[in-house]
């Protein structure tokens, strides 16, 4: 009897220390250990950690509970225990049962539906609010096998025109302002994937998709494909750059200088833009991929041409 | 659910709808093309184990490429990949894990769990001579036959077998991103397997409906018969999205359809939409890949704990209610596909509703244990397996139905490890559980107890330590499917922790060598089995012999009682055993036939 107790004891208190460790990562470890998210570069990315690190106790007391149960039962009720005889069909059974159920879903379940419902509307899919910041910065993005193009509208403020500055694999955004980004993809799907900002949204072809973080601290950053794309899907990696604002306009008025000399209208391929979606915007471009209705004739042609080429 | 008695019309009508068949004499009839039930499902046993091992050795491929990431494979290299002297290629990399998962889930566990118990049980269970239509299951058979010879024949194509993952995207999936011949013969084997899936649905359900033996009510019926049955009504309702989603991929890849093609390739047609006949089909299938599970633990946990099973009318409302709640959670796989807000929402909010007939069903099989008196045989540790291992990933899935932090976590290995903890190690522990608990009934013979220890030890420690090192992967942001993980800064610390996952997958697969061996051992030479050597009250083990005769029951059994009367003190006063038998008739009870012999 006094072996279980110790066991009993034993077990007590490591389930308290696990399900109190769960809420204790408070902050974020940086990247020399296996045992926590990647840093968090974002504004908004607090919202996701806590989410998962407050689940994450919330799991591991159910989960200790539910082993402590079935190892007691084994040990204490093993084939020299007398069995009960019931059904467990009674009243009051069926009420413990059902509000032990209801506690779990509205504490576990509950807590996440409630706090992802102000972050999704509030945050991370209310695009429409951050298209109001003046200080918003807008990117298009076009992914195909297997690399990233950026766009950014240069200093007429319209994509698609002569001084867009077009880079591959490299997008570069400034510290503290939100960033938008339309994304769309001219082969198979991919999906745009910001490990340290905790967001991902896929890129599929015949339609602009959205969305948007704003960077915390400077520094860089891996940007990743997360939707299987293909033979080389493991290599379709990208570098987001976080400058200073004073940076990053000195880098966009560059390149921008740089685009304007480079320009060629006949460079069909290169000029992949669209005009920037509004929130109130149909985002189907069926039609051709990463092109927008006015150029529709141009997306039929640049597809008649792919089509020749094979 | 009367516990009227019976009438002599009930006992003539079940008499004559299950007429006996004779036995045939011919080995063609008997052992090729035979409409037996029991035999059918050794059939799709066998079928299943064969293309479980086949699946296990492509996941071993995998975990050597996550952990020496192209380095030379060892051993059989050489032979699989010449070209690279022996490393693991991009293409044949993405080959790989697509037809693991396509294999294993259409052509592993399903014939496992579905093919082989849902057939071997399911009669003996509910009191049947055999399906209501044998013909139609050994169609289903030599279909999912066909379908199997497709999938190896799709190996032996230019370009190799599927690559496009086993949810088969497109445009990925059609001609732009994968064009050889490979591709279309797994999404035609897909769409062959479907016919015998659907085939045999329809013959479970009618079974189970028609065929009950007299007094077997629906919640006499064994958990495990619940389960297969809820499988099969999802199985005839959902297997034929998929079916029609292949069928138009197949226009796309070959008769110049544009369904889903679009972008610089050309096409008006809708990426997308695949992906909402997909996950309409795929979140009921990872349903249809546990449901009989669940029934497995609520009757074992019963069994082996001597005790009834605890609101067993809780239990099977609650598979009900999953069932039902499968069919409308399906877009949180499609969180980030672009889906309206709004949408994503509702898909949330049902998703997570799924978690209060979970919470029903865990809390059942924990107070069946409790307060019982466990018996902790090979078929028990499984359970206890199965519930430890679907408690995991069952936790770990409620931060991939809500949106913010799927937001994060989709497509992670977090995604990987969760349903493989759940439609993977939970559907294969619980098999597993099952086949050494109906060895003895199918085979005649007990499996070595010792090495079904070893094969649980190995498997249950194998499974958790593998999926728990990927679920931590994709905590750390690590995406599923890639050929070198190591090409992105973020995750350059991981490299210890994918090779001891590695590791551990190694193990996990040496040690099925001991179910091999027991197997093997235990169908040829392995101790005689009695009649009932579980002690257990259903009507396989207390009407039919081990093996049982090819009519199942001379007598069709009139049932009494419920699947779960274990320590009755009634039964015990009466007859000194701790378990009766479903149509025992106890001294004094009455069962309708004396009155029917009156007449």
């Known amino acids: 009897m006094k072996s279980l107790h110790r066991l009993l004891t034993a077990v007590g208190t490591a389930s308290a220390v696990l399900a109190t460790a ?167 799907i991919h ?68 685009k304007a000399q480079a320009y060629d209208e006949k460079d069909r391929g290169a000029n992949w833009g669209w005009e920037w979606k509004q929130p109130h915007d149909n985002i189907d471009s069926r039609g051709g991929a990463a092109v927008s209705e006015a150029d529709h004739d141009h997306g039929d042609k640049v597809a008649a041409q792919n089509r020749g080429a094979q | 659910m009367s516990d009227r008695v019976m009438t002599k019309a009930d006992i003539e009508a079940a008499e004559h709808l299950q007429h006996a068949h004779v036995e045939p004499k011919d080995f063609i009839s008997r052992y090729i093309f035979s409409i037996d039930h029991k035999y059918i499902g050794k059939q799709f046993l066998w079928a299943g184990l064969l293309f479980l091992l086949f699946g296990g050795l492509l996941a071993m491929l995998i975990r050597w490429q996550w952990a020496f990431p192209a380095q030379p494979v060892p051993v059989v290299g050489k032979s699989l990949f010449p070209q690279s002297g022996g490393a693991i290629t991009p293409p044949a990399y993405n080959t790989l894990f697509t037809m693991h998962g396509l294999i294993m889930v259409f052509f592993a566990i399903t014939p496992l769990m579905i093919g082989a118990f849902g057939n071997y049980t399911i009669p003996l269970l509910i009191g049947a001579r055999d399906m209501a239509f044998p013909k139609l299951n050994m169609y289903s058979f030599w279909t999912f036959a066909l379908s199997q010879c497709l999938v190896i024949a799709s190996f032996f194509v230019e370009l190799g077998s599927a690559a496009a993952g086993w949810t088969t995207y497109p445009p990925l999936s059609t001609n732009v991103g994968t064009p050889g011949n490979g591709q279309s013969l797994v999404v035609l084997a897909l769409f062959v397997t479907g016919v015998a899936s659907i085939m045999g649905a329809v013959n479970y359900i009618t079974t189970v409906i028609r065929f009950r033996a007299p007094g077997m009510t629906w919640f006499r019926m064994p958990a495990t018969v619940w389960g297969l049955w809820l499988t099969s009504i999802l199985n005839l309702l959902f297997v034929p999205v998929l079916g029609s989603a292949g069928i138009l991929l197949l226009f796309d890849r070959h008769f110049g359809t544009q369904f889903f093609v679009t972008g610089a390739a050309g096409g008006i047609g809708d990426p997308i939409l ?90 059942n099989w924990l107070h069946t244990m409790w307060k019982g008196s466990i018996r902790l045989t090979v078929p028990m540790l499984f359970a206890l397996g199965t519930v430890f291992v679907f408690g995991l990933g069952g936790l770990t ?93 973020y995750i350059q610390h991981l490299r210890d922790l994918n ?79 701790d378990w009766v038998g479903q149509s025992e008739q106890l001294p004094g009870e009455e069962h309708g036939l004396d009155a029917i012999a009156a007449e």
């Open chain 1, 22 to 188: 769960g809420f204790a990562f408070a902050d974020p470890i940086p990247e020399t250990t296996i045992w926590g998210l990647p840093r968090d570069a974002s504004a908004e990315g607090h919202r996701v950690d806590w989410l998962i690190k407050t689940t994450n106790g919330f799991v591991i007391l159910l989960f200790v509970v539910m082993c402590v149960w079935m190892a007691l039962a084994v040990v204490k009720h093993n084939k020299d225990h007398k069995a009960d005889y019931d059904h467990g069909d009674s009243k009051h059974h069926i009420a413990i049962a059902m509000g032990v159920s209801a506690v779990i879903f509205f504490v576990v379940d509950g807590n996440l539906w409630f706090n992802s419902t102000i972050d999704v509307n509030s945050t991370f899919w209310n695009h429409q609010a951050v298209e109001k910041d003046p200080n918003a910065v807008r990117i298009e993005i076009n992914a195909h096998q297997w690399a990233w193009d950026a766009r950014y509208a240069g200093p007429d403020g319209k994509f698609n025109t002569k001084d867009d500055v077009v880079t591959l694999n490299d997008v570069r955004v400034p510290v503290g302002s939100p960033v938008l980004l339309q994304l769309a993809a001219t082969d198979v």
């Open chain 1, 191 to 258: 999906s745009f994937y910001l490990p340290n900002f905790r967001i991902k949204q896929d890129a599929a072809p015949g339609m602009v998709n959205r969305m948007w973080f704003k960077a915390k601290d400077t520094g860089e950053f891996d940007i990743g494909c997360t939707q299987h794309c293909g033979v080389h899907h493991y290599k379709m990696k990208a570098k987001l750059t976080v400058l200073e604002p004073s940076a990053y306009k000195a880098w966009l008025e560059e390149m921008s200088a740089q």
């Open chain 2, 274 to 363: 695949f992906q909402h006949l997909f996950w309409i089909f795929g979140h009921p299938e990872v349903y249809i890949l546990i449901l009989p599970v669940w029934g497995f633990l609520i009757d074992f946990m019963s069994f082996f704990a001597r005790k009834p099973a605890y609101w067993y009318k809780g239990s099977v409302y609650a598979m009900i209610a999953v069932s039902v709640l499968s069919a409308v959670v399906y877009g949180h796989h499609m969180f980030v596909s672009g889906m309206s807000p709004l949408l994503g929402q509702a898909f949330m909010l049902l998703t997570l509703v799924i978690s209060v007939p979970a919470e029903i069903l865990f809390l």
């Open chain 2, 397 to 489: 899935g409620i931060y991939l139905g809500t949106i913010s932090t799927d937001l994060y976590l989709h497509d992670t290995m977090w995604v990987v490890g969760h349903f493989h903890l759940t439609m993977a190690s939970a559907a294969f522990l619980g098999s597993f559980g099952a086949l050494y608990f109906w060895f003895p009934k199918m085979y005649g013979r007990m499996t070595n107890e010792t090495l079904g220890k070893v094969h649980f030890w190995f498997s249950v420690i194998g499974v958790t330590a593998v999926f728990c090192g990927q679920l931590l992967a994709g905590y750390n942001g690590q995406q599923r499917r890639l050929y070198d993980p190591f090409q992105y800064t």
């Open chain 2, 499 to 577: 090779k001891y996952t590695s590791y551990f997958a190694f193990a996990l697969g040496l040690g099925q060598l001991s179910f091999v061996v027991n197997f093997f051992y235990s169908i040829f030479a392995g101790k005689k089995a009695d009649k009932n050597p579980w002690d257990v009250g259903t009507l396989e083990w207390t009407e039919c012999e081990s093996p049982p005769v090819y009519h199942n029951f001379d007598k069709v059994p009139i049932v009494l009682r419920g699947p779960h009367e274990y320590n009755n003190p009634d039964v015990l006063a009466k007859t000194g055993r």
